[in-house]
Structures are given as structure tokens and as C-alpha cells.
């Protein structure tokens, strides 16, 4: 199970535990709305908040024989009430998903609070790091193929632009799960009314469904979980980019490696990338959970129970993860080893070749037709890749080129700081025209 690699907050709150004492939480406020409605004994409600109460393992044992665990439950919270004339006060006019669904919107509103912990603490490294790294030229790559100079800040910069949007996303999808549902078995507030299922629902910090069945309707969850899942994709790509910077013949960055640490049983020279590793992988079970919930949204009529068992799964599990992959990815980020003097002498590798886009414009803007230019600067720049030659220097000695561009502009053409002068207007439309290292 995930919930070995979780931070204690989150594993608390999926704990059984957790769980009932949240179910109690709606039972109470329930109680106390219902008292001050007038229709149950004021006596009751108290006793239900005073004495009400149960244990795991009783709830377990009663459910063992009832099959049915809200019942089980409740059976064990009356228990503890003692009075019967109190205690048959419990649940009144109520159903159990009323309570089960109500009270997963708190345990959900919780695991929401540390996931946004969780983003903005990212968003923090990533800033922080990009304007470490804002003007640190490393090759741009398309197809895995070497392109024109870009910098590893905005590679970050990018990134924490992203984390933003996934915290935007999320927080509209946490919202929108902050809701109770407590008008009846098949929503119409057969026992209940309306303003009753209002007053707890604010008793309990939640807004109510406008409408429901007997359930609160699955696309508010499956909403969610995709929030998550595009959240860790984010992750993933973070991930990603670092295994693929970590191979042996880039090396422009790479995982925190500790002194003790061992990347191989058999080949002591290993430095492996496991940390990129698990977050890649871990990110697909939160993408195929997404997929479970968009399954749970089609119930039959006013309900079923395909969607319960599921969720039992994919909710703990996607809230964890994300705690998790967060936690993981900051770390990562936080302490990511770079280097710059690999990625520069990276970028230059090629013998100029990444600058073939700004020759073919200066000639252009010469004079020459873009389609001579065209085939005048590629022919250079495949013979180069074919010979092993460095492109710079062939493109120099042609007179063709040379009787179009001085020397002087020909080095302005394969200098990467020319690429590279709107990096600031870049990062000033994400972090404003003041940006500092700030928090974000």
C-alpha cells in the first residue's frame, strides 16, 4: 500500500479512525441542527456530543455480522450514548449515504489543504531556482535533437508558470467538492428540509449540492482526481526532463547523489536517477485512477455501489500520491545538482550548427532569397553533420557567405547571447517586472 511512503498528516487522515470520526462530526452537527429546529430533544443532541463516540475495532465486530458498516457504526456510536431515550435520536432523518458522502467532503477538504501546501512549497523551489539559473545558456532540444540556445532558469521558469495553473485548477476542484448532501435516500428530502440540509452543511464548513440523489453526483470527484492526475503529469514532466539531463552523454544536471548512497549492486559507478524514476512511474497510477472516476460518474438511477469501492481506493490513494510526488519533487528540484559548463559546452558541441536559423535569416536580410539562403546554409550544415566538420568555420570560408556578411556580423550569427535577450521580458511577464526571489 502507498500509505508507507506518505507523511504522517495524510495517512492520518485516510486512517479508519480518521474516517469514522468525520462520519461522527456530520452525526453531531446533524443533531444539534435538527435540536434547534425543534425536532429532536435538545437532551439527545447533547448526549449524542458529549457521550457519542466508538472504536475500530468494535465497529469491525458488529460489521462482521450486520454486513453493513454504517449501521455497524451507529450501533457502536449508541453504545456509547447508553440511553436508548437519547441514543434513538441518532441518524434521524437521515440516510447513509447522507453521512458517508458528507463526511468524505471533510476528509477530502483536509487532504486539499496539504496538497495546496504541497504545490505552493514547489512553486517556491521552482522561482527560486529559475532566478538561480535565468541567464545559465543551455541548448534547447526538439525531437531530443539539438535546437537553438535557451536557459535552464527558463526551463524552470516554465515549470513554476505550469504549477500554476495546476494550482488554479485544483483549487477550483477542491471547491467544488466542498459540499454536503443530507436531503434522503433518493435526494428529495423526504424527512428533512432543505434549510435543515443548509444549516449543518455550514455547521460543517460545507457548501449543499443544489441537487442529488442519493449521492452527490461523481463528476465533482472525477474532476478532481483529473486535477490530480494532470498535477502529477506536471510532475512527471519535471521528472523527465531531469532523467533525460542526467544521461551520461548530457550530464547538465542531475539527481543529489549523498556519500553513502549506491546506484548498482553490481556496477559500483552508477549514479541512477531513481528519485525521476518513482515519480514517473507513481504518476501513471494517478492517471489511471482518473480513469476510474470518470467510470464512477454513470450510476444507476439514484444509486448504486460501483463507485463506492472504487473511491476507497483511488481517493486515499490520489490524495497520497500527490502528498507524496509533491514532497518528492521539491526535494528533487531543491537539491538538484546543475552544471553549467557541461550545458555550455554542450551547446557549443555541434561546431555552430544550432545557429543555422539565424545565418539563413542574415542573409536574408541581406538580400539573398530565403530560398537560396535556405539551400545555401543547409548544404553547409549537412555536410558538416555528415564529415564530422564544424560549421562554423565551413560557412566562414564560403564566399558567398563572406561577401554578404562581414566578420563581424557572421560572429554576431553564432552568438548565443543575441537568442538570448528577451529572457527577462520572459520572465517578467510570469513573475512580474519586479520579480525577485521572493516567495511566490
Request: hydrophobic share 40%; glycine share 6%.
Amino acid at each position: 500500500m502507498i500509505a508507507r511512503y506518505t507523511r504522517p498528516a495524510m495517512g492520518r487522515l485516510w486512517s479508519d479512525e480518521n474516517k469514522y470520526r468525520s462520519w461522527l462530526a456530520v452525526e453531531i452537527a446533524a443533531s444539534e441542527t435538527l435540536a434547534a429546529a425543534g425536532l429532536v430533544p435538545q437532551r439527545a443532541a447533547d448526549a449524542i456530543r458529549d457521550r457519542g463516540g466508538f472504536t475500530v475495532e468494535r465497529i469491525n465486530e458488529i460489521e462482521a455480522e450486520v454486513r453493513h458498516d454504517v449501521i455497524a457504526f451507529t450501533t457502536t456510536v449508541a453504545e456509547h450514548i447508553g440511553s436508548s431515550e437519547d441514543s434513538r435520536w441518532l441518524h434521524y432523518g437521515l440516510t447513509s449515504t447522507d453521512v458517508v458522502d458528507t463526511a468524505q467532503a471533510l476528509q477530502l477538504r483536509e487532504a486539499s489543504a496539504i496538497i495546496r501546501d504541497g504545490i505552493v512549497g514547489l512553486m517556491k523551489v521552482l522561482k527560486r531556482r529559475a532566478l538561480e539559473f535565468k541567464d545559465t545558456p543551455i541548448i534547447g532540444r526538439t525531437h531530443g535533437v539539438h535546437a537553438e540556445p535557451t536557459t535552464f532558469g527558463l526551463k524552470l521558469l516554465l515549470w513554476y508558470s505550469e504549477m500554476g495553473r495546476n494550482l488554479l485548477r485544483f483549487d477550483a476542484a477542491a471547491e467544488d467538492l466542498r459540499v454536503g448532501k443530507l436531503s434522503g435516500a433518493v435526494g428529495t428530502f423526504g424527512h428533512l428540509r432543505p434549510e435543515h440540509e443548509v444549516a449543518i452543511c455550514a455547521r460543517l464548513g460545507l457548501k449543499p449540492a443544489d441537487v442529488a440523489t442519493q449521492v452527490l453526483q461523481r463528476d465533482r470527484h472525477a474532476a478532481y482526481v483529473s486535477a490530480l492526475a494532470i498535477l502529477c503529469s506536471t510532475l512527471d514532466k519535471v521528472a523527465t526532463e531531469v532523467r533525460h539531463l542526467q544521461r551520461t552523454e548530457v550530464r547538465e544536471a542531475e539527481e543529489f547523489f549523498s556519500e553513502k548512497q549506491k546506484g548498482s549492486s553490481a556496477m559500483p559507478h552508477k549514479r541512477n536517477p531513481i528519485t525521476a524514476e518513482q515519480i514517473s512511474g507513481l504518476a501513471r497510477v494517478v492517471r489511471g485512477n482518473a480513469l476510474v472516476a470518470f467510470e464512477d460518474i454513470a450510476l444507476w438511477h439514484e444509486r448504486d455501489i460501483s463507485h463506492s469501492s472504487a473511491e476507497r481506493v483511488i481517493l486515499p490513494d490520489s490524495t497520497t500520491l500527490a502528498d507524496y510526488l509533491l514532497a518528492k519533487t521539491t526535494g528533487m528540484v531543491d537539491k538538484l545538482l546543475v552544471y553549467p559548463e557541461r550545458m555550455l559546452r554542450n551547446l557549443e558541441s555541434t561546431g555552430g550548427l544550432i545557429f543555422s536559423g539565424q545565418l539563413l535569416l542574415d542573409l536574408a536580410e541581406s538580400g539573398m532569397s530565403r530560398e537560396s539562403a535556405y539551400r545555401l546554409v543547409q548544404g553547409h550544415a549537412m555536410r558538416s553533420w555528415r564529415e564530422g566538420l564544424n560549421f562554423h568555420e565551413e560557412v566562414r570560408r564560403d564566399p558567398e557567405i563572406a561577401g554578404r556578411l562581414s566578420p563581424e556580423m557572421l560572429d554576431r550569427a553564432f552568438d548565443f547571447r543575441r537568442q538570448l535577450t528577451n529572457v527577462d521580458a520572459i520572465f517578467a511577464r510570469v513573475l512580474g517586472p519586479q520579480s525577485t526571489d521572493s516567495d511566490a
